[in-house]
């Protein structure tokens, strides 16, 4: 998918997250990324904070993500 295709899709799909993706297609590989987790963990918080139901699923879920995002970055950057 081409970095615009990427960013509408985030967009439709994490709506509390448009201001962060609003730029993503100018973006460099590790800032989307980084704002690709930071929406994946926005929606997980919703889910988290409503302590329902999967609360705990989705703490371990930001946790989840948090740590691929930083092996992520780091795998974008090893040659830099």
Known sequence: RSASTAATISRSMYPNAVSTMT????????????ALAAALIS???VIRD?????AREAAIA???????????VAAATADL
């Open 62 to 72: 930001i946790t989840q993500i948090q740590g691929a995002s930083m092996f992520a």
């Open 50 to 54: 409503a302590k329902g139901r999967g």
């Open 23 to 34: 730029t993503s297609v100018s973006l460099r590989p590790v800032d989307r990324m980084k």
């Open 43 to 45: 929606e997980c918080e």
